[in-house]
């Protein structure tokens, strides 16, 4: 029973964690870019989130499988691309985000 409310425990952690560092990585990416980006806060989470997955797995194959962390610069790269791209979905462009999708 302790081993499963501890297991149970370090996943509730690790995922707590991975949300708070999508959090951070996004709201970043968000700050990279000028002007305003009407995104929300699951949203800014969500784009830190798949930065991170994306440069993690770029960086495990650039340096030939011998390097397992993606780093703060590769993450904070791949979701500017992601926000980037976002806008370019929007109608907008590097210094403009478009307009908010209903």
């Known amino acids: ?14 995922l707590i964690s991975l949300c708070v560092w999508g959090l951070v990585v996004g709201a970043f990416a968000r700050l990279a870019l000028p002007g305003r980006d009407p995104m929300s806060l699951l949203q800014t989470m969500l784009v830190g989130i798949v930065g991170s997955l994306f440069a993690g797995v770029i960086v495990y194959f650039v340096t030939d499988q011998r390097y397992y962390g993606a780093g703060w610069l590769a993450s904070l790269v791949c979701a500017t691309l992601i926000v980037y791209l976002i806008r370019r979905s929007r109608g907008g462009g590097l210094m403009d985000p478009g307009r908010r999708r209903n």
């Open 1 to 14: 029973m302790a081993v499963e409310y501890l297991v149970l425990v370090s996943w509730l952690v690790y």
